[in-house]
């Protein structure tokens, strides 16, 4: 608010006890076109003079809290000197950078600038900052994310509020319903609430800057009007992806409880081999997100899984798939599903077979769990055969981009493993056995590379490794001694280990969104399959992929697919 110079009264503070007007200074002090520092109680002012009067503004630059009296005024406008964010003095309006800056009372009296500021309350902080997060969410502004974040921390809002206000804003946006961005989040969203304080931060904001680089500029999808009428599964295989969202709305709306909404997704899911397992993976997410942030950000989340799921590949249908296939429907997927664990079974014969299988080991794994595995041991033996794949993969191939093939092919195998597992748990029976021989398949299908090229000599299998040469995983990874990391993870107490890869996941050293999602999904799943499994090499598995180069193939295997279709008509091989 701006005052004249022909002012001579204060008038009534409206904000009674929480607000405090103090002297800057003589009104002559300054001359029209300057500025001065002032204090009022514990804040530092900008006070401003210009022909529209007298101005203040908070001193802090709200980019990063530089004093805006060391930058420039040019009329009503002045420019933070240090990164040449602008704002109008009259309003604090930012005229270019990310967000406004807060704006003061003033009154000249006798003479005297006085300037009032008001202390905010928590719901008057909160509700400025709500807007201005998904402000900065919408325009993919990493930095405002995270001020706004820190600064709603501050006032006590929880990670999980942030983060429902974050996915409000966003999945509507998602490209073809939730995916990585979704997946990545609610990894994120369980760092941050194992975390506590400012450490909460960086998890958070990781999270939020995953939902807003992949949803900025992009169009809401509309949502059609609940119909309890359809059939979830049915449309989802019908690929009638209006239907699967007006079903689940519809299930939604005649207040379904929600094991019976996430028995119809799992459903869904367990169908097919969605998307090399991605079905499955954004499925046990968006359940868990919901279990964070609340069952009534269902109607936000769910027709958005229910669309992905429609739009994912189903690989079952493809040709590569046939013989796997045909092998799986000769299996009794009842009786797998009602098979007994026998407590005594050991995974190591079943992962050694899975691991050098010339085909889809399909037969074998059906025969073990019958034989006492159970489905959760074969699930522990599809995770403990990806982490030895990870540990053994091959930097030679990685390292060339003319193969297609990496890293991100072997951890999905991981990761499925881990929502095949959550799955299973939460909704047992034929269904979800089947997603269990899926995920054995993939475990296969990861091999693709060894088999073409022949298995590393090189591998960091725990059993041959050297000592290490550090003794801190941390220093390890960062420096990429994928050796010592590997022999850290594997000596090292468990729960330390994850939180040690966890924090390295978090780093911003991943280049890209997609890997930085795998880094972080990776690592999440090696912690709960360690946990699961009692093995340390799924946190062995995830220290070597951390610690070791990536190369990121993503446009160069567009284009050298690309020029190869367009100039031969070949499809990219497998
Ligand atoms: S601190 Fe003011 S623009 Fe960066």
Same mark, same amino acid.
């Given at each position: 608010m701006a005052a004249t110079d022909r002012d001579t009264t204060q008038?009534?503070?409206?904000?009674?006890?929480?607000? %405090?007007?103090?002297?800057v200074g003589p009104a002559e002090n300054w001359s029209v076109g300057s500025m001065k520092m002032g204090q009022v109680a514990d804040r530092k002012v900008a006070v401003v003079r210009t022909e529209?009067?007298?101005? =203040? *503004?908070?001193?802090a630059c709200p980019h990063q809290g530089y004093g805006l009296t060391t930058g420039s005024l040019d009329g009503e406008r002045l420019t933070c000197q240090?990164?040449?964010?602008?704002?109008?003095?009259?309003?604090? #309006?930012?005229? /270019?950078?990310?967000?406004?800056?807060?704006?003061?009372?003033?009154?000249?009296?006798?003479? +005297?600038?006085?300037?009032?500021?008001?202390?905010?309350?928590?719901?008057? #902080? &909160?509700?400025? *900052?709500?807007?201005?997060?998904?402000?900065?969410?919408?325009?993919?502004?990493?930095? #405002?994310?995270?001020?706004?974040?820190?600064?709603?921390?501050?006032?006590?809002?929880?990670?999980?509020?942030? /983060?429902?206000?974050?996915?409000?804003?966003?999945?509507?946006?998602?490209?073809?319903?939730?995916?990585? +961005?979704?997946?990545?989040?609610?990894?994120?969203?369980?760092?941050?609430?194992?975390?506590?304080?400012?450490? $909460?931060?960086? @998890?958070?904001? $990781?999270?939020?800057?995953? !939902? =807003?680089?992949?949803? &900025?500029?992009?169009?809401?999808?509309? *949502?059609?009007? @609940?119909?309890?009428?359809?059939?979830?599964?049915?449309?989802?295989?019908?690929?009638?992806?209006?239907?699967? /969202?007006?079903?689940?709305?519809?299930l939604l709306d005649q207040g379904a409880d929600p094991a019976t909404v996430r028995h119809q997704l799992i459903d869904a899911a367990s169908a097919h081999h969605l998307s090399y397992g991605h079905g499955m993976i954004y499925t046990q997410k968006t359940f868990e997100m919901l279990d964070r942030i609340g069952w009534d950000s269902a109607p936000n989340l769910l027709p958005h899984l229910a669309a992905r799921l429609v739009w994912s590949t189903r690989e079952d249908t493809l040709p590569y798939m046939r013989k796997a296939m045909r092998s799986l429907a000769g299996v009794d997927l009842e009786s797998l599903a009602s098979a007994e664990a026998d407590q005594g079974w050991q995974p190591d014969g079943l992962v050694d077979v899975m691991l050098d299988a010339p085909a889809a080991p399909l037969d074998a794994a059906a025969a073990?769990?019958?034989?006492?595995?159970?489905?959760?041991?074969? !699930?522990?033996?599809?995770?403990?055969?990806?982490?030895?794949?990870?540990?053994?993969?091959?930097?030679?191939?990685?390292?060339?981009?003319?193969d297609a093939f990496g890293w991100l092919d072997i951890t999905h195998a991981l990761t499925t493993a881990q929502a095949v597992r959550w799955a299973w748990q939460a909704d047992p029976g034929p269904h979800t056995a089947r997603a269990a021989l899926f995920a054995v398949w993939l475990l296969f299908d990861s091999g693709r590379s060894?088999? &073409?090229?022949?298995?590393?000599?090189?591998?960091?299998?725990?059993?041959? !490794?050297?000592? @290490?040469?550090?003794?801190?995983? =941390? %220093?390890a990874v960062t420096f990429g001694d994928?050796?010592?990391?590997?022999?850290?993870? %594997?000596?090292? $107490?468990?729960?330390?280990?994850?939180?040690?890869?966890? #924090?390295?996941?978090?780093?911003?050293?991943?280049?890209?969104?997609?890997?930085?999602?795998?880094?972080?999904?990776?690592?999440?799943?090696?912690?709960?399959? %360690?946990?699961?499994?009692?093995?340390?090499?799924? !946190?062995?598995?995830?220290?070597?992929?951390?610690a070791s180069p990536r190369v990121e193939r993503f446009v160069a295997a567009n284009v050298a697919e690309s020029v190869d279709f367009v100039t031969t008509g070949r499809p990219p091989g497998r």
């Open positions: 008038t009534h503070d409206p904000t009674g006890d929480r607000s %405090t007007t103090e002297s529209s009067g007298f101005h =203040a *503004l908070d001193n240090w990164h040449n964010w602008k704002f109008d003095v009259r309003t604090g #309006q930012c005229l /270019m950078g990310e967000e406004d800056v807060a704006c003061h009372r003033v009154d000249v009296v006798d003479g +005297e600038v006085l300037v009032t500021v008001n202390r905010q309350t928590v719901d008057e #902080q &909160r509700a400025k *900052l709500w807007p201005s997060l998904e402000r900065g969410i919408e325009a993919d502004y990493t930095g #405002q994310i995270a001020r706004d974040s820190a600064r709603l921390l501050a006032t006590g809002t929880t990670p999980a509020e942030i /983060m429902r206000s974050g996915l409000a804003h966003t999945a509507a946006k998602t490209d073809d319903g939730l995916g990585h +961005e979704l997946a990545m989040a609610t990894d994120c969203l369980a760092l941050a609430e194992i975390r506590n304080g400012t450490d $909460q931060a960086l @998890p958070l904001v $990781q999270g939020l800057a995953g !939902l =807003a680089e992949t949803t &900025r500029d992009r169009p809401a999808r509309q *949502l059609p009007d @609940p119909d309890p009428s359809v059939s979830v599964p049915e449309a989802i295989e019908t690929e009638d992806a209006k239907g699967a /969202m007006a079903g689940v709305l519809g073990a769990v019958i034989d006492g595995a159970g489905i959760e041991g074969l !699930l522990a033996a599809v995770s403990l055969g990806a982490s030895r794949r990870l540990l053994r993969h091959d930097l030679a191939i990685e390292l060339d981009s003319s060894e088999r &073409r090229n022949g298995i590393a000599a090189t591998g960091l299998e725990p059993d041959r !490794l050297a000592p @290490p040469a550090t003794d801190d995983l =941390a %220093t994928a050796s010592s990391a590997v022999a850290l993870a %594997t000596a090292g $107490q468990p729960d330390q280990v994850g939180d040690i890869l966890a #924090q390295a996941s978090l780093g911003d050293g991943a280049g890209s969104f997609i890997v930085a999602a795998h880094l972080i999904k990776t690592t999440e799943a090696a912690r709960r399959e %360690t946990a699961r499994t009692g093995s340390s090499l799924p !946190l062995a598995a995830a220290a070597r992929f951390l």
